[in-house]
């Protein structure tokens, strides 16, 4: 009895580490797991014992526990199906002329069941998601040794495997940093289009109105902008160090004849520099880095008031100031916002 107890404490042991192991493996390590499932349906059963009690199975997608509901109720007597937490059950061999095929099949469709459950847990263990709050800004050191700032109020979700680095900012502002990695391209993925990484620092934002504005500090990136209809083909466009551009919802990339990308940096030090710059955008700003006092407008008709200066991101009441001087602008205090209207 103390052999066979030794046996079992073995295998849970070694069951253990593969679930480990499964979590990021490398292609040789899928191999080898496969092997060793097709060994012994005890390898089978211990494996899936050990992922029921493990918390990174509770949140099993529902095709995913639909197939272990199958492949327990092909393999138990009589059938029995996973409860909402994925759960291993007794293992019997049910009598029958067939039973060594049974058998292997059984093997081969827990393998491949396991396999789908490890793909599975890699996805969502390389997915990490960043995001800063208004008025914040914070610094990632990413898994591949990249470095991203994220400017105020963005979110970004950040995924690497063996061969792509891929992120999104959903929202927001972000300057990276791209540490060189020619087996895996760096990609940024915005509503707009997508900023594939040559070797640079550069910044992206995605903007509220749908557009989003790439700067590049050092090196080169390539924008891509997928067409919606209205511009059938992808456009496409390769900017370097002291280039900006624009990439639109409706395909089109617009190349910026007058780059500002020292001012498009200026976050970094909580500056906004304005150059021409219609009012509404200018109040939008301020907002993004301050939850009071808020500027709200009233009656300004859009890109009628323009101003140029650079201010403290988070001093709105600065700009306040500023409009004062406006014989027809009345700029009033209500609470927690600085109302500004037009007559």
Not at 6 to 13: A, K, P, Y
Not at 48 to 62: F, M, R, S, Y
Request: glycine share 6%; hydrophobic share 45%; no cysteine.
């Amino acid at each position: 009895m103390k052999v066979q107890s030794r046996i079992d404490e073995l295998l849970t042991l070694r069951a253990s580490e593969w679930f480990e192991i499964m979590k990021a493996p490398a292609p040789a390590d899928r191999t080898a797991f496969i092997a060793w499932l097709g060994e012994s349906r005890r390898h089978v059963q211990e494996f899936l014992e050990v992922a029921a009690v493990d918390e990174a199975v509770g949140g099993v997608p529902p095709a995913l526990r639909e197939n272990l509901d199958t492949l327990v109720a092909r393999v138990t007597t009589p059938p029995t199906s996973l409860p909402a937490r994925a759960r291993a059950q007794p293992w019997r061999q049910r009598p029958g002329a067939h039973r060594s095929l049974r058998t292997r099949t059984t093997w081969i469709a827990a393998a491949t069941v396991l396999l789908t459950l490890g793909a599975w847990m890699v996805m969502q263990a390389r997915f990490e998601t960043f995001s800063t709050g208004v008025g914040e800004q914070r610094t990632i050191a990413l898994a591949d040794s990249s470095v991203v700032m994220l400017n105020t109020d963005s979110q970004l979700r950040w995924r690497i495997d063996a061969e792509r680095r891929d992120v999104e900012l959903r929202r927001g502002e972000a300057i990276f940093k791209v540490m060189p990695d020619a087996q895996r391209p760096f990609r940024v993925r915005t509503p707009a289009g997508v900023v594939r990484v040559i070797g640079t620092q550069f910044n992206v934002y995605a903007r509220h109105d749908g557009i989003t504005r790439v700067s590049v500090l050092e090196g080169r990136v390539r924008l891509t902008a997928p067409g919606n209809g209205t511009v059938p083909d992808s456009g496409t466009l390769t900017l370097k160090a002291g280039e900006e551009a624009d990439i639109r919802a409706d395909g089109s990339i617009t190349l910026d004849p007058h780059p500002a990308v020292e001012q498009a940096m200026a976050w970094r030090e909580r500056r906004l520099i304005f150059n021409d710059a219609p009012l509404e955008e200018m109040a939008l700003e301020f907002n993004r880095y301050n939850r009071a006092p808020r500027l709200r407008l009233i009656n300004v008709p859009p890109q009628t008031y323009r101003f140029a200066g650079i201010f403290d991101a988070d001093d709105p009441e600065s700009l306040a100031a500023l409009l004062s001087r406006e014989s027809d602008l009345l700029v009033e205090r209500l609470g927690r916002e600085i109302v500004v209207r037009a007559p």
